[in-house]
């Protein structure tokens, strides 16, 4: 009973810090949003110079000109359409019409996404013009996939709830929200679901069969996982869910490799994905097998157990920057986007160079003693009869304490950190 009471506690620890992140991200968008601005407008209206709340059920904005008159008419997607999600997070698309209400252009007033995904979806100079010249109707009834919408390359899920957020906010009377796309399984779910498949087997077959596919596997997983789909289980991805809400319809192979990263280890104490499916944990362990011996570094007692505080102190960061809204890239503190090189930041890239190369001197070093995303799975695996309350689950408690802290005195933090009385 002291077992199950104690991975229950664990479970919850992580289901109160997600439940206080988007209670308070639902209070931000809805009530501490930011507002639109007449400058933002100016870019399609040059003559924009004030903005007046609509009454009607369409529920956005009249342009008006220095006179009071009308130029046009602007609305946004959000916080209407915020089942609609992306990658990790949702993105508020502004639809911009002149006075015959047709669209004159849509563009991006913020997003919870991955900033990489949506550059590429402003840049793309393309897919935003796809709905100008439409009148709200037509552009409220559109069929996307007959109408040649399709997602910008490297930035499907982001362009695509972009694509359908526009749509449903148009369809949209005052005070409705959007339903849930329908599920869709694409070729990225079907090839998530098959190495889930294959890690499983890899992690409970025989292990005659495990030691003899082992590095085929790693390499697979490396080659799939890393450098052609990128969908791995990151605190940004993390982050973004517990603000945004899980798209179970848009990527349910990615929901379902989640599931099974934080699940799997919780009920069997198998780290099904930290050993099987990462593949910057399966680099650093080929990293390993070409170093000789005499390479090989032993850290010290205290060295080990001071390194093992970072992935520690990197959670704290990401529930502050989750909690906050701090215009921090997640990504960043991670190797795995660098994995996807055309749109991998320098930090993600230095981090994933740093790890691979202290992994050839020390077995596993970035799963030792850098990752968060490992940190959290590891905090959540049983650990069989031995298993008794320890100093990481005090300070995931301390983790709670900061979320509870934060989402109470949310507004007077903002104050402080901006130095307002």
């Given at each position: 009973?002291?077992?199950?009471?104690?991975?229950?506690?664990?479970?919850?620890v992580?289901?109160?810090?997600a439940?206080l992140?988007?209670?308070?991200?639902?209070?931000q968008?809805?009530?501490?949003?930011?507002?639109?601005?007449?400058d933002?407008?100016?870019?399609?209206?040059?003559?924009?110079?004030?903005?007046?709340?609509?009454?009607?059920?369409?529920?956005?904005?009249?342009?008006?000109?220095?006179?009071?008159?009308?130029?046009g008419?602007?609305v946004?997607?959000q916080?209407?359409?915020?089942?609609?999600?992306?990658y990790?997070?949702?993105?508020?698309?502004?639809?911009?019409?002149?006075?015959?209400?047709?669209?004159?252009?849509?563009?991006?007033?913020?997003?919870?996404?991955?900033?990489?995904?949506?550059?590429?979806?402003?840049?793309d100079?393309?897919?935003?013009?796809?709905?100008?010249?439409?009148?709200?109707?037509?552009?409220?009834?559109?069929?996307?996939?007959?109408?040649?919408?399709?997602?910008?390359s490297?930035?499907?899920?982001?362009?695509?709830?972009?694509?359908?957020?526009?749509?449903?906010?148009?369809?949209?009377?005052?005070?409705?929200?959007?339903?849930?796309?329908?599920?869709?399984?694409?070729?990225?779910?079907?090839g998530l679901?098959?190495?889930?498949?294959?890690?499983?087997?890899?992690?409970?077959?025989?292990?005659?069969?495990?030691?003899?596919?082992?590095?085929?596997?790693?390499?697979?997983?490396?080659?799939y996982?890393?450098?052609i789909?990128?969908d791995?289980?990151?605190?940004?991805?993390?982050?973004?869910?517990s603000?945004?809400?899980?798209?179970?319809?848009?990527a349910?192979?990615?929901?379902?490799l989640?599931v099974?990263?934080?699940?799997?280890?919780?009920?069997?104490r198998?780290?099904?994905?930290?050993?099987?499916?990462?593949?910057?944990?399966a680099?650093?362990?080929?990293i390993?097998?070409?170093?000789?011996?005499?390479?090989?570094?032993?850290?010290?007692?205290?060295v080990?157990r001071?390194l093992?505080?970072?992935?520690?102190?990197?959670?704290?960061?990401?529930?502050?920057?989750?909690m906050?809204?701090?215009?921090?890239?997640?990504?960043?503190?991670?190797?795995?986007?660098?994995?996807?090189?055309?749109?991998?930041?320098?930090?993600?890239?230095?981090?994933?160079?740093?790890?691979?190369?202290?992994?050839?001197?020390?077995?596993q070093?970035?799963?030792?003693?850098?990752c968060?995303?490992?940190?959290?799975?590891?905090?959540?695996?049983?650990?069989?009869?031995?298993?008794?309350?320890?100093?990481?689950?005090?300070?995931?408690?301390g983790?709670?304490?900061?979320?509870?802290?934060?989402?109470?005195?949310?507004?007077?933090l903002?104050?402080?950190?901006?130095?307002?009385?």
């Amino acid at each position: 009973m002291k077992q199950a009471a104690l991975q229950l506690y664990r479970l919850a620890v992580i289901a109160v810090i997600a439940w206080l992140i988007r209670d308070l991200a639902v209070r931000q968008r809805t009530h501490g949003d930011s507002p639109i601005a007449v400058d933002e407008v100016k870019k399609l209206l040059p003559d924009a110079a004030s903005l007046r709340p609509d009454s009607s059920e369409r529920d956005g904005l009249f342009v008006l000109d220095r006179q009071g008159r009308e130029l046009g008419y602007v609305v946004r997607t959000q916080p209407y359409c915020r089942d609609i999600i992306g990658y990790c997070g949702v993105t508020d698309a502004l639809v911009v019409l002149g006075p015959d209400w047709k669209i004159l252009g849509i563009t991006v007033h913020a997003s919870d996404d991955t900033k990489e995904h949506v550059h590429d979806v402003v840049t793309d100079r393309r897919f935003l013009k796809k709905w100008n010249g439409m009148t709200w109707d037509t552009a409220a009834g559109l069929d996307l996939k007959r109408a040649g919408i399709e997602g910008v390359s490297g930035a499907t899920m982001t362009s695509m709830a972009i694509a359908r957020g526009v749509k449903a906010r148009l369809q949209l009377s005052s005070g409705e929200i959007a339903a849930r796309p329908p599920l869709q399984f694409g070729w990225r779910d079907w090839g998530l679901l098959a190495v889930l498949a294959l890690g499983t087997v890899m992690a409970f077959g025989r292990p005659e069969w495990r030691q003899r596919w082992r590095r085929p596997f790693q390499v697979g997983i490396i080659i799939y996982v890393g450098f052609i789909s990128g969908d791995m289980v990151t605190q940004q991805l993390l982050a973004g869910w517990s603000r945004a809400g899980i798209p179970w319809s848009t990527a349910p192979g990615l929901v379902l490799l989640t599931v099974a990263a934080l699940l799997v280890p919780w009920a069997t104490r198998k780290p099904i994905y930290c050993h099987q499916l990462c593949p910057h944990g399966a680099a650093q362990e080929l990293i390993g097998k070409l170093r000789p011996a005499r390479l090989q570094v032993t850290l010290s007692a205290g060295v080990g157990r001071g390194l093992e505080f970072l992935p520690a102190g990197l959670l704290l960061l990401v529930v502050v920057v989750a909690m906050m809204a701090v215009p921090l890239d997640l990504a960043g503190i991670e190797p795995f986007d660098a994995y996807l090189v055309r749109t991998a930041g320098l930090a993600t890239i230095g981090v994933a160079l740093v790890g691979l190369v202290a992994s050839f001197f020390v077995p596993q070093a970035y799963c030792r003693f850098g990752c968060p995303t490992g940190a959290l799975l590891n905090f959540v695996r049983a650990r069989g009869p031995t298993d008794h309350f320890s100093r990481r689950d005090a300070a995931a408690l301390g983790l709670v304490a900061v979320a509870v802290l934060i989402n109470w005195q949310y507004v007077s933090l903002i104050h402080w950190v901006k130095g307002v009385p």
